[in-house]
C-alpha cells in the first residue's frame, strides 16, 4: 500500500517584487487569489493533512473558504524555503511522503502531481523540472552522466549555468524522515543568505540516493508568480482558457480579446456576448441571452432571452426571462426582477423588487421598494428612501401609473391600479385606487425678463 502524503504549501516569502502592500499569494488571478488555487489543487490528492506556511497574518482571511483541516502554520523570520518547509515538515510523521508546492505557483495541477508520486515509487525523491525557452529567475537543474546532481539558484549560477535550460519547480515529493535530516543540513552560506530548500537535492545525492525528475502536464503549470508582469501573463493565460472553452462550447464571444471573466460562468444555449463585458463571482445567463457592449455583471442570474444593453452594470441581482435592461441601467445589490421587466437608461435600482411587465425606463432611482406588476414608472421619478440614519421602504401596487418627475417619500404604501400625476410629491400612504396630484399651480409673469431680477441684499 502506498504511504500517505502529506502537503506543505510555502506562502511566507517577502514578495518585495511584487511591490505591493499586499501578501503576494492574496493577489487575484482570475477572481480568485493565488493561493487558493494552489489549496484546491492540494485538496484534490485528499492528502492527510495540509500545512500552509504563511508569515502575515492577512494571508490566514483565506482560512473561512476551507475547513478547519488545513493547518496554518506562521514563519517570523523569512530566512528562505528550507526554514519553511523544516518547521512544517516537524508537524508531520516520519513515515509519511511530503509533498512540497509554492503558493505562487498556481497551475500546478493534480495531473502532474500524479506523475510525481509515480515517480517517487522507484526513487528517494522525485521533483518536477522542465526545460524553457528563458529560464531566467528560476533554479537550474545540474546534471552529471544525466542524473541529476543538484540545484542552483539563479542568484547562485556561475556564466555556464545560467545557460541550463532545464528549471525546478521548487516542487517535489519525499519522505518525511530524510526530508527533515536534509533540510537540519541546509545551511544560509550563500548570496541572499537564505536557508535554500533547493539544496537538499545535493545532499541526497551526495549520499547516493535516487532522484528521479519528472515534467508538468504543462510547462505553463510551474511559471510562479514573482512580479506584477508575471501575474498579468498568467492571467492573460487562464482568460485565453477560459475564453477557448466558452466558443467550443457554443456561447458566442463577439471579441475574444476583449471579454473577461473573473468567476464562474454557468450558460444556456445561444448566448451572445459584445465586447468590453466583464463577468464577475458566480454568473448565470440563460438561453438567447444577449449583453451588450461594455457591460459588467457580478454575481447574477439572468434568465432566458433577457437582452442586457450597453454599459450596464449588475451587481447581487436576479432577472427574469424577457426582459430588457439598459443601456447605462446600474441594478445595485438584492434586486429581484420578475420576467418582462424593462429598465432603461440612467435608473438605478437597490434592494429592489420589480414585478412582471413593469416598466422603468428613463432616469430614476429605486431603492427598497417593492414595485408591482404592470407599473409603469416615469422618467425622472425617485423614492427617497434615506433620511440620512434609516432606510425606508416603497410599496408601489400592481398597475400603477406613476408620472414623470415622482417623488416617493418612504415609508410609504401606493394602492394597486392608482395613478400619480407629474410632478407629485407623495408623502402619505395612497390606500384605495386614486389619482393623486399636488402639483403647484403654475405662476405667469408677462414682460418679465432676467435683467429685471430684483435680488434681495
Ligand atoms: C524558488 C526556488 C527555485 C525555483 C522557483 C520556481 C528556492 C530557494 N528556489 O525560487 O529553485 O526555480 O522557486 O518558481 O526554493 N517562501 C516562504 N518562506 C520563505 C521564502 C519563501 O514561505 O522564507 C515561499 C514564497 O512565499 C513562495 C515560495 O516559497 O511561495 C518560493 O519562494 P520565492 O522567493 O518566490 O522563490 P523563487 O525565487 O521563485
Ligand atoms: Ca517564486
Known sequence: MSKKTSVIILAAGKGSRMKSNRPKVLHDLGGKTILEYVINTAQSIKPKKIIIVYHDKKTTTLSKHFNSSIEWLVQKKQEGTGQAILLASKKILDDENVLVLYGDMPFISKASINKLKNCKKTAKISILTTKIKNPDGYGRVLRKNGKVRAIVEEFETNHQQKKIKEVYSGIFLANNYDLKRWLKQVTNNNSKKEFYATDIIFLAYCEGNIIKTTEPMSSEEILGINNKLQLSILENILQEKQIKQLLINGVMLKDPTHFILRGRLKYGNNVEIETGVVLEKDVFLGDNVTIGVGCIIKNSIIDSNTNIQAYTIIEDTKIGKNCIIGPFAHLRTK?????????????????????????????????????????????????????GFKKFKTIVGDNVFIGSNTELIAPIKIADNSTIAAGTTLMKDINEPSLVYNIKTQKHKKNWTRSNRNYQK
Not at 437608461?345 to 416598466?359: D, G, R
Open 335 to 387: 434586486n429581484i426582477l420578475h420576467n418582462n421587466v424593462q429598465i432603461g437608461n440612467f435608473v438605478e435600482i437597490k434592494e429592489s423588487i420589480i414585478k412582471t411587465k413593469s416598466k422603468i425606463k428613463h432616469l430614476s432611482y429605486i431603492g427598497n421598494s417593492e414595485i408591482g406588476s404592470k407599473v409603469n414608472i416615469g422618467a425622472g421619478s425617485i423614492t427617497c428612501n434615506y433620511d
